[in-house]
């Protein structure tokens, strides 16, 4: 079965980086997505990465995929207060199924 | 701009009452969903929605219903079945169900029991 496992609680100050890391179960998975959630509002897709790569970068993000371990992880350079929220982690299978959601991780910025 | 549209934000409901929300999409997607998330829970799904006319039941579907009579809307109803129904709920729409596009979201509406 499906399942997506995330740390609920990271705390970082702020400047330096942050790592948030994802486990996944279904090895068929075809795209694996971040999304980040600011209080009261919805998610906003931050990157995805498909799954025949390694590794993404966009500016201050990147993404790591280890396939062998069904691990991704997502590191923020520079971590600024205006990054505190909660990111999800989310897969999408094969065939017509919606994404599985990891339960987030809640990053804190201490100034 | 397109994007989708939750409403409303807040909704307060009696016990023993059915409640509508809202969603509204302008990005002529196929697929629309509706989450529930609560505290330390994360996101789980309640119906989805491929195509017109059709849908398909989620995780936790219990106690919900949902129609998609236009490809734009996709409204969820609370029934009285549910019994716990305070959470934030989110609605979101994709392409197309498992497009690697992901998910688009709307901003929630928070359903308060009173």
């Known amino acids: 079965g499906e399942d997506v496992e995330q740390s609920l609680f990271l705390s970082v100050r702020e400047g330096d980086s942050s790592v948030i890391n994802c486990t996944y179960t279904?090895?068929?998975?075809?795209?694996l997505y971040w999304y980040k959630q600011e209080p009261g509002a919805g998610l906003q897709l931050l990157t995805y990465?498909?799954?025949?790569?390694d590794m993404k970068q966009d500016q201050r993000l990147t993404v790591l995929l280890n396939k062998k371990d069904k691990h991704l992880s997502l590191r923020i350079a520079d971590t600024q207060t205006g990054d505190s929220a909660i990111y999800f982690c989310a897969e999408a299978a094969p065939g017509n199924t919606p994404l599985v959601f990891g339960k987030g991780t809640r990053l804190s910025v201490i100034a | 701009d397109g994007g989708i549209t939750q409403s409303p934000k807040y909704l307060f409901r009696k016990e023993g009452q059915n409640v509508t929300l809202s969603c509204e999409q302008n990005?002529?997607?196929?697929?629309m969903y509706w989450y529930r998330q609560d505290p330390g829970q994360g996101l789980r799904l309640i119906y989805y929605?491929?195509?017109?006319?059709?849908?398909q039941k989620g995780d936790i579907a219990e106690g919900y219903s949902v129609s998609r009579e236009k490809k734009e809307s996709f409204p969820l109803t609370v029934t009285s079945a549910q019994k716990n129904p305070t959470a934030f709920y989110l609605c979101a729409s994709t392409i197309g169900v498992g497009s690697p596009r992901g998910a688009f979201f709307g901003q929630g509406t928070r359903l308060t029991v009173v």
């Open positions: 929605s491929q195509i017109v006319n059709d849908f």
């Open positions: 990465i498909f799954s025949n790569m």
């Open positions: 990005l002529n997607h196929d697929a």
């Open positions: 279904d090895s068929s998975s075809t795209y």
